[in-house]
């Protein structure tokens, strides 16, 4: 037994190393890696079997707890965990999905995505952000700096303050009382109206179970699938607010005056180190051959800059359009946690089985508390930006 032990865990140790290595040089596997990783694959399989059928003659079909004490640690690749051995089951980066691909149960609990819908096996929100903890990937929104509430747990509304320019301070002398006061409105930002937002995984029935890594493909690909349908529809809502706002600076023929103008909209307690520029990869690109009154280059060598100030790429904002400011101060996104819901029926007829990610999120703008004509914006967009000029 000890000894099929080994052999199972050098044959996942090799599958996992050309897995990895493909992974690492973002490209799929070559069909030689395909034909290797079957191979290994039906091997694994073959000791699973062999496994599986001993323990059934000396254990009653239960594996004791102590099982995995006969691994030795050089069996198992360096810095990685005991794999599991259980019967007919595969090792995984992250356990608490992988487990629940194979067995609904497994770290799973009944409960409806939907309003008045049919009870389905989730997987709830504090194991998926174990998983998001460790597979760590930034969005447009996060690295630019808004404000963003992740909730631990399932929806709960929330208000965020808002405080908007107001008069100028009173300055008075002592023993004498002021002339007029400050005073600035403070706007209560309901965000009480989430938007579900999903996406769809359906891997076949056979990879479910044969697949090496399935859990951490699924679920890294469905995280960041989640925080890009996040940043879309929160670009889209921003652009239209800031236009409705007024909070726009119209582009002239002149590229850079024009990103001048738009850095001089913004005020100077929203002109803190927290500004950045935002924008598709293509609208970068067309501002290359843009330089300063001196002849020099407006971007930096490495194009993650534009005047002395970072870039951050969103390619859901439109060509020719950039946003500049300080996104904290002007953005609000409060988000549920993460889960994964598992469809067995719906798609067992294509022989798939279903994994949802969904995740609630509502979000506003400094621009609606205040356009443009009541208080100075800490984000505005430029428009158009005259590629080429």
Not at 3 to 16: F, G, N
Not at 294 to 312: E, K, Y
Request: with cysteine; proline share 6%.
């Amino acid at each position: 037994m000890r000894q099929l032990l080994i052999e199972r865990s050098q044959l996942h140790a090799k599958c996992e190393a050309i897995l990895n290595k493909a992974k690492a040089e973002k490209r799929d596997l070559t069909p030689a890696e395909n034909a290797e990783t079957e191979l290994l694959i039906s091997q694994m399989q073959a000791v699973n079997a062999q496994i599986q059928e001993r323990v059934n003659i000396q254990n009653g079909g239960a594996i004791p707890e102590d099982f995995m004490s006969m691994i030795p640690s050089n069996a198992r690749p360096a810095g990685q965990p005991k794999p599991s051995f259980q019967p007919g089951r595969q090792s995984f980066a992250w356990p608490g999905l992988s487990d629940f691909i194979k067995d609904p149960t497994s770290n799973g609990v009944r409960a409806s995505l939907t309003e008045g819908g049919d009870l389905q096996n989730v997987l709830p929100g504090h194991v998926v952000a174990q998983f998001l903890a460790a597979y760590p990937g930034t969005d447009p929104l996060t690295a630019a700096g808004c404000s963003i509430q992740q909730l631990d747990s399932t929806w709960t509304d929330g208000i965020q303050p808002i405080i908007t320019a107001g008069t100028a301070p009173s300055i008075f002398t002592e023993g004498t009382g002021p002339s007029s006061d400050e005073s600035a409105k403070v706007f209560a930002l309901a965000l009480d109206s989430p938007k579900k937002i999903g996406f769809l995984s359906l891997p076949s029935e056979e990879s479910v179970w044969d697949v090496p890594s399935l859990a951490s493909t699924i679920g890294a690909e469905g995280i960041a699938r989640l925080l890009q349908g996040r940043t879309k529809r929160v670009t889209d809502d921003l652009l239209t607010t800031l236009n409705s706002a007024g909070a726009v600076v119209t582009g002239d023929d002149d590229n850079y005056h024009s990103l001048l103008a738009a850095i001089a909209s913004i005020p100077p307690r929203f002109s803190g180190n927290n500004v950045c520029w935002m924008m598709s990869r293509t609208t970068r690109t067309a501002l290359l051959n843009t330089r300063d009154g001196n002849d020099r280059p407006i971007l930096s060598a490495d194009m993650t800059q534009l005047l002395g100030v970072r870039i951050v790429l969103n390619d859901y904002i439109p060509f020719q359009k950039c946003l500049y400011g300080d996104f904290g101060s002007g953005v609000f996104v409060r988000s549920a946690a993460m889960a994964v819901q598992r469809m067995e029926e719906a798609y067992k007829e294509n022989g798939a089985v279903g994994f949802r990610f969904i995740q609630r999120s509502d979000w506003g703008f400094f621009s609606t508390a205040a356009n443009a004509s009541q208080a100075e914006q800490p984000v505005i967009l430029l428009s158009p930006v005259d590629a080429g000029s």
